[in-house]
């Protein structure tokens, strides 16, 4: 895990680099906000569509989508920023494949859901 102080570390990269590191970052968190969104229609207007045990699942497993993406999109700006200032080779985004397997998830319990 990157500590703060390693963003001390290295020298100052382009200050374009690090824009576009910030730009994915805010990208990713928008990300989430819109999983959290998701979470939040749904438990307010779902119940019509899937039924109640399939209706919890889906609100609760989109809701800490919505946490994991936003707390991994910290991680992977910080790792990205101290690889810039080390000038490094970039870390493997994490993050994609855990939106992707999430939302894979999601979309498969709504599915059975609605099929019920």
């Known amino acids: 895990m990157p500590r703060p102080r390693d963003?001390?570390?290295?020298?100052?990269?382009?200050?374009?680099?690090?824009?576009?590191?910030?730009?994915?970052?805010?990208?990713?968190?928008?990300?989430?906000?819109?999983?959290?969104?998701?979470?939040?229609?749904?438990?307010a207007f779902g119940d019509r569509v899937v039924p109640g045990p399939v209706h919890a699942a889906l609100v609760v497993g989109l809701a800490v989508l919505a946490a994991v993406v936003g707390a991994t999109s910290l991680v992977r700006w910080m790792r990205v920023e101290?690889?810039?200032?080390?000038?490094?080779?970039?870390?493997?985004?994490?993050?994609?494949?855990?939106?992707?397997v999430g939302l894979t998830v999601a979309v498969v319990v709504f599915l059975v859901g609605l099929a019920a």
């Open 7 to 43: 963003l001390r570390s290295g020298t100052d990269p382009d200050p374009r680099f690090t824009l576009a590191n910030e730009r994915t970052f805010l990208a990713w968190i928008r990300t989430a906000l819109g999983l959290l969104a998701a979470a939040a229609a749904l438990e």
């Open 82 to 100: 101290i690889a810039l200032r080390r000038r490094e080779p970039l870390p493997v985004p994490a993050t994609t494949a855990v939106l992707a």
